[in-house]
């Protein structure tokens, strides 16, 4: 038997739709299996805990395999995924078009879909992940001064622990009256589009509710470098939350909404001669891989797809077509990179590295390692030690390093691991540090 990873993953639709993926026992007897060849491989121990979980339930059972182990203590594998696909990408041997057939992520995507149709999903995550609400409210004004006081007041958030469930000690980003979409107006400019290298040269920016509500400076920082790129770009008349934090919790019909809220705008954009981008990977990830995989057949969301780049990626080919502005005022000098999961899964290479790279006297080193931050699990209470256990290798070589600048293409990821460096002043936005570079 040959391994799989000898050829390129491919990955088959998610059919959520049909009758079978809701069948508990179906549900029950693919778990039983993925789960037996995990056992026997086990390579994939280092990445997230539901591998180190699922091994301490193996060699505690009585019979010291999976098929010794209760069904019910099978989610405790799947409560530890939160989708990073690491394993898919990166270490798991038997992926498609190996025979066996192992997508682990999207089989704990379908279990905790069949857990939230069953059970629901506490308050508190049901909260966290409805973004669009929770951030709307946060960022008015006013409002959002005395959300960021109480949410840097320690006895605060020794309440806040003990009542909802969200860890004291767990970062969360500020919010701002003063959103993207109420800053972006000035500093748009009408710029004439010029095809490069399967770019357009005419770019809408999906601002994501991170983006538009807890750091806007990101979104503008977009604006400046793109418009001196000579590339014309325009923020997303209206959109909605992606869909990755509900995706996450395992709330399809969610997504499913957010879905038909924003595939039709964006569609629009591509058919008037747009190509996106987003400031979050995992955003980016959404439209160019989780809902084609929703939904294949949708002509709409494949048009998306195609039209939808990271931001770096979409530098690195105007920078291929000889398009990319590379006169750089300012050095930047050491910097360590995290590099995104959500970023990795798309593909690409290290394209933020790339262009970063073009900077002289710059030096980027790339750390690609998880974050353990994966947007809730580092803040819930039960699971913030665990992601604070993934972040240490990479905390550790930010500190040995003592970089000038520390940066993520995730903000969320970045301020988890600075939070915990002691090397790390602040983290920064790759973007921003393109803007600096170009004395912008």
Known sequence: MKEGSLEAPTRHPIDWQSDDFWDKKSLEQELERV??????????????????????????????????????????????????????MTKCPYVPPHKWNVDFPHLMLRAKAVKFKEEGAKLRDRVLT???????????????????????????????ESTAGIH???????????????????????????????????????????????????????IKVFQHNDIHIDLVPREKCCGMPKLELGDLESVARLKEANIPVLAKLVDQGYDLTAPIPSCVLMYKQELPLLYPHDEDVKKVQAAFFDPFEYLWMRHRGDALNTQFPNALGDIAYQVACHQRVQNIGLKTRDVLNLVPDTQVTALERCSGHDGTYAVKKETHAKSVKIARPVVRKVDQQEPDHFMSDCPMAATHIANLAEKVDKPEHPMTLLRMAYGL
């Open 168 to 222: 004291h000690e767990a970062p969360i980003p500020k919010f701002h009256s003063k959103t993207l979409r109420k800053q972006v107006k000035p500093l748009l400019r009408e710029l004439d589009p010029k095809v490069i290298r399967g770019t357009t040269g005419k770019l809408a920016l999906y601002a994501t509710c991170y983006g538009n509500y807890n750091s806007p400076d990101i979104g503008t920082d977009f």
């Open 35 to 88: 789960y037996d060849i995990c056992h026997g491989c086990r390579r994939c121990v280092s990445l997230c805990d539901s591998f180190p979980t699922l091994f301490d339930l193996v060699d505690e059972s009585p019979t010291m395999e999976v098929d010794g182990i209760d069904k019910a203590d099978y989610n405790k594998v799947v409560d530890q995924c939160y989708l990073c696909d690491l394993c898919y």
């Open 130 to 160: 409805s973004t669009d609400a929770v951030f709307s409210m946060t960022s008015i004004p006013l409002v959002d001064i005395t959300v960021n006081a109480l949410n840097n007041n320690a006895g605060f958030r020794k309440v806040l």
